[in-house]
């Protein structure tokens, strides 16, 4: 190791699907398809949510959030990709890569962690439809939307840190859509053990508790 050249690298290159150039234009028309019935989609839900008086309780404004943070991974993620598919590669800096990475992950975890809420929300209405209102309130609400924000991108922060320290080679060809934690670790130069071990770790509470609860509840 000691003998290749470390460098900072300034851009990524995003090569999309790879091989699969012949079928670019048939996967941007989809894919920009999805992307704006996406968009409008949640947007319409978040709107429907703020401005129907029927539609504020704690069930909708839980899904009004699931639908930004489903808003916030598509503006993240689809935009590259379709430029990857219109031009063959997209450049990204390296800032905006590992912002990217950022911002994904940590609405990833935001979302697991919205829907164990969401799931609970729905436990108490079945389970419990005479103390509904006064255990579900919309104090309790927004304190329980909340959290997954907080928690999602504040552990999301500890993780990316040891990935924006990785020293890279010459090689800086992602073959994928986006900025993700394994092409980055294939790229490197560094020992990425730690950080394999520190996802293997935040797995546990992040995905697996989540995934626990909701089927319990």
């Not at 699969?20 to 019935?37: G, K, P, Q, S």
């Not at 639908?67 to 063959?88: A, E, K, Q, R, Y």
Request: glycine share 4%; hydrophobic share 50%; proline share 4%.
């Amino acid at each position: 190791m000691s003998g290749k050249n470390y460098t900072k690298v300034s851009e990524f290159v995003l090569l999309g699907f790879g091989n699969l150039h012949i079928f670019n234009i048939a996967f941007f028309i989809a894919f920009l398809i999805i992307f704006v019935f996406t968009i409008t989609g949640n947007l319409l839900i978040i709107v429907l949510v703020s401005i129907t008086p029927a539609l504020r309780s704690p069930m909708y404004y839980l899904l009004s959030h699931l639908s930004f943070s489903d808003l916030l991974i598509s503006t993240n993620i689809l935009p590259n990709m379709l430029g990857s598919l219109l031009l063959g590669e997209e450049k990204i800096t390296y800032c905006g890569c590992i912002t990217q990475f950022y911002f994904f992950s940590g609405t990833t975890i935001t979302e697991c962690l919205l829907l164990s809420v969401m799931s609970y929300d729905r436990y108490l209405a079945i389970c419990n439809p005479l103390r509904y209102s006064s255990i579900m309130n919309m104090m309790i609400c927004v304190n329980l939307s909340v959290w997954p924000w907080l928690l999602g991108f504040t552990l999301n922060f500890i993780a990316v840190l040891p990935v924006s320290d990785f020293d890279f080679c010459a090689d800086n060809v992602i073959d994928h859509f986006y900025c993700d934690l394994s092409p980055l670790q294939k790229l490197s130069c560094s020992d990425t053990s730690l950080v394999e071990l520190e996802a293997f770790v935040f797995s546990i509470p992040i995905f697996i508790f989540p995934c626990g609860f909701i089927v319990v509840t």
